[in-house]
């Protein structure tokens, strides 16, 4: 590799927003051939700065550089003259198109004046192995998964002859196998000479990956240091103070069943599903992606059907499929895709925390809009959104500041059971233990809460009992004195569980990948 050289250079740059300052006097550099971590709670303005580099947003002052010039980056495609290339959460990919249509979309190379096909899904096909992605360029998109979809945007971004990879938590939804494999290129395109910015709130990602690591708080740049600092020290830099107990569990006496399955059987899905959930407890679900662990909450809140099977809420059975039904008893269920599911990303922060409450607060067709401001502002405090007001609209909100409205909206509703699916995903770590510290709170007053997640750690911390699947059934029960990642692991991949299993689980397939462990 040749010598490094300072590719990027950001010096003081300052942006805002009606009434939020995202950027403040904002240092940044990027040097050929190095990992530069961005790291920062949700809110701290790395997106801004990230945005900014990739010409979605100009800065109101401060200067940027290339290669030691003065520039600016009026637009996308100034940044692709620069060679900077960005990879969003969300992918910028034509789910119709074709691997090698989305790869040199409006660059498609040209033969006496007609797309040269061959052409375009040969170079394509080089950029495909480059990212060690084995699938034909004349797959259509919508075919792949989250995994592949993230190798055909590196590979767009290597068309382009990007010598700046701008990556946003890009393994905020993948599982240990594919975070290895992503990790393998990323290393490659080191080697390569390709900067790379990452973005991630996986602490342990960092001294895997990283070289440098600067630290946003509320939009400052707060210190840039090695990326081999100590976990403590870094989450002390985000969050300007330490946390000492990342799983702060506080384990209250468990009462009464509050939530009871049995039965519950979707051909295809899950089979001979049976728990209860008790009030002061948190029950985890664990498995091996594809378990059926969604598929199985989205059932019991009624979103999906299931064909055999009961659901009991407070001793009150609900009729299948019946959402309302299932608010009306007490449930609710915080989505793992909260955008998409969970949140009406272009209606305001009060609207979006008083969804479940509207029917209940509306008088002969009529909302008492006054009551659902003081409700909405009441739980915003409580769980303190950061916004510049409660008219301010989710889709501008951080990640951390968006899953508190989700939870928020079932808490004015005073859900009695709760059911989180990946409740942290995407979340930065100090608004991950603001997270645990309200589950803490609502399984203090009796409320129970069903949690699902793919962050082994997070689920045995915060976990009274692990319910294991694998391949659709309960393959075992673990309470949270015996439950290891080990232990999780043997019943999910079904081997012989550690106690007396509710199902016994089919063999799982091999090469089958798990969740995420630290």
Same mark, same amino acid.
């Given at each position: 590799?040749?010598?490094?050289?300072?590719?990027?250079?950001?010096?003081?740059?300052?942006?805002?927003?009606?009434?939020?300052?995202?950027?403040?006097?904002?240092?940044?550099?990027? /040097?050929?051939?190095?990992?530069?971590?961005?790291?920062?709670?949700?809110?701290?303005?790395?997106?801004?700065?990230?945005?900014? @580099?990739?010409?979605?947003?100009?800065?109101?002052?401060?200067?940027?550089?290339?290669?030691?010039?003065?520039?600016?980056?009026?637009?996308?495609?100034?940044?692709?003259?620069?060679?900077?290339?960005? %990879?969003? !959460?969300?992918?910028?990919?034509?789910?119709?198109?074709?691997?090698?249509?989305?790869?040199?979309? #409006?660059?498609?190379?040209?033969?006496?004046?007609? %797309?040269? /096909?061959?052409?375009?899904?040969?170079?394509?096909?080089?950029?495909? &192995?480059?990212?060690?992605?084995?699938?034909?360029? /004349?797959?259509?998109?919508?075919?792949?998964?989250?995994?592949?979809? +993230?190798?055909?945007?590196?590979?767009?971004?290597?068309?382009?002859?990007?010598?700046?990879?701008?990556?946003?938590?890009?393994?905020?939804?993948?599982?240990?196998?594919?975070?290895?494999?992503?990790?393998?290129?990323?290393?490659?395109?080191?080697?390569?000479?390709?900067?790379?910015?990452?973005?991630?709130? &996986?602490?342990?990602?960092?001294?895997?990956?990283?070289?440098?690591?600067?630290?946003?708080?509320?939009?400052?740049?707060?210190?840039?240091?090695?990326?081999?600092?100590?976990?403590?020290?870094?989450?002390?830099?985000?969050?300007? /103070?330490?946390?000492?107990?990342?799983?702060?569990?506080?384990?209250?006496?468990?009462?009464?069943?509050?939530?009871?399955?049995?039965?519950?059987?979707?051909?295809?899905?899950?089979?001979?599903?049976?728990?209860?959930?008790?009030?002061?407890?948190?029950?985890?679900?664990? #498995?091996?992606?594809?378990?059926?662990?969604?598929?199985?909450?989205?059932?019991?809140?009624?979103?999906?059907?299931?064909?055999?099977?009961?659901?009991?809420?407070?001793?009150?059975?609900?009729?299948?499929?019946?959402?309302?039904?299932?608010?009306?008893?007490?449930?609710?269920?915080?989505?793992?895709?909260?955008?998409? !599911?969970?949140? =009406?990303?272009?209606?305001?922060?009060?609207?979006?925390?008083?969804?479940?409450?509207?029917?209940?607060?509306?008088?002969?067709? @009529?909302?008492?809009?006054?009551?659902?401001?003081?409700?909405?502002?009441?739980?915003?405090?409580?769980?303190? =959104?950061?916004?510049?007001?409660?008219?301010?609209?989710?889709?501008?909100?951080?990640?951390?500041? +968006?899953?508190?409205?989700?939870?928020?909206?079932?808490?004015?509703?005073?859900?009695?059971?709760?059911?989180?699916?990946?409740?942290?995903? #995407? %979340?930065?770590?100090?608004?991950?233990?603001?997270?645990?510290?309200?589950?803490?709170?609502?399984?203090?007053?009796?409320?129970?809460?069903?949690? %699902?997640?793919?962050?082994?750690?997070?689920?045995?911390?915060?976990?009274?009992?692990?319910?294991?699947?694998?391949?659709?059934?309960?393959?075992?029960?673990?309470?949270?004195?015996?439950?290891? !990642?080990?232990?999780?692991?043997?019943?999910?991949?079904?081997?012989?569980?550690?106690?007396?299993?509710?199902?016994?689980?089919?063999?799982?397939?091999?090469?089958?990948?798990?969740?995420?462990? &630290?």
């Amino acid at each position: 590799m040749s010598q490094s050289v300072e590719l990027l250079r950001v010096e003081g740059v300052r942006k805002t927003f009606p009434g939020v300052v995202a950027l403040d006097r904002v240092d940044f550099d990027l /040097r050929s051939g190095e990992v530069h971590v961005l790291l920062g709670e949700n809110g701290a303005g790395k997106s801004t700065l990230i945005k900014m @580099l990739s010409g979605a947003y100009r800065p109101d002052s401060g200067t940027l550089f290339a290669r030691g010039e003065e520039v600016r980056i009026n637009g996308a495609e100034d940044a692709e003259r620069l060679g900077i290339a960005t %990879i969003y !959460q969300e992918f910028n990919l034509v789910p119709d198109l074709t691997v090698a249509e989305n790869i040199f979309l #409006g660059r498609q190379p040209r033969r006496f004046g007609m %797309i040269d /096909r061959r052409r375009m899904e040969a170079d394509a096909e080089v950029l495909l &192995h480059r990212v060690g992605l084995h699938v034909s360029p /004349r797959t259509r998109v919508r075919e792949l998964g989250i995994a592949r979809l +993230q190798m055909v945007e590196i590979a767009k971004a290597l068309s382009l002859d990007a010598r700046v990879l701008i990556m946003d938590e890009p393994t905020a939804v993948l599982t240990s196998e594919e975070v290895d494999k992503l990790f393998r290129i990323v290393r490659q395109l080191r080697e390569d000479g390709v900067g790379i910015v990452f973005i991630t709130h &996986h602490l342990d990602e960092i001294a895997a990956l990283g070289d440098r690591v600067t630290v946003l708080r509320d939009g400052r740049s707060i210190d840039q240091v090695p990326a081999s600092t100590p976990e403590a020290e870094l989450v002390q830099l985000m969050v300007g /103070r330490s946390i000492d107990q990342q799983y702060p569990r506080e384990r209250p006496d468990a009462g009464e069943p509050l939530l009871s399955v049995r039965g519950l059987t979707r051909d295809g899905l899950f089979h001979d599903i049976s728990f209860d959930v008790h009030a002061g407890e948190v029950v985890g679900l664990a #498995g091996l992606v594809g378990a059926g662990r969604t598929e199985v909450a989205r059932a019991v809140f009624g979103a999906d059907p299931y064909d055999t099977g009961t659901v009991d809420v407070r001793g009150e059975r609900l009729g299948k499929h019946d959402v309302t039904a299932a608010m009306a008893a007490g449930l609710g269920l915080v989505p793992e895709d909260r955008k998409g !599911q969970g949140l =009406v990303l272009d209606a305001s922060v009060q609207e979006n925390l008083g969804l479940v409450t509207l029917r209940s607060a509306s008088r002969s067709g @009529l909302v008492d809009l006054k009551a659902q401001r003081t409700a909405a502002a009441r739980i915003a405090e409580q769980l303190g =959104v950061r916004m510049a007001g409660l008219g301010q609209h989710v889709r501008t909100l951080s990640g951390g500041n +968006q899953q508190k409205v989700v939870i928020g909206k079932w808490l004015l509703a005073d859900t009695r059971v709760l059911i989180l699916d990946e409740p942290t995903r #995407g %979340i930065d770590v100090g608004a991950k233990v603001e997270i645990y510290q309200l589950v803490n709170e609502l399984t203090a007053s009796g409320h129970a809460v069903l949690m %699902i997640s793919s962050d082994l750690p997070e689920v045995l911390g915060m976990s009274d009992r692990v319910l294991v699947m694998a391949q659709g059934r309960i393959a075992g029960e673990l309470p949270a004195d015996e439950a290891t !990642q080990d232990a999780v692991m043997a019943l999910a991949v079904g081997a012989a569980p550690t106690t007396t299993p509710t199902d016994d689980a089919d063999t799982a397939e091999t090469g089958k990948e798990g969740p995420r462990g &630290h």
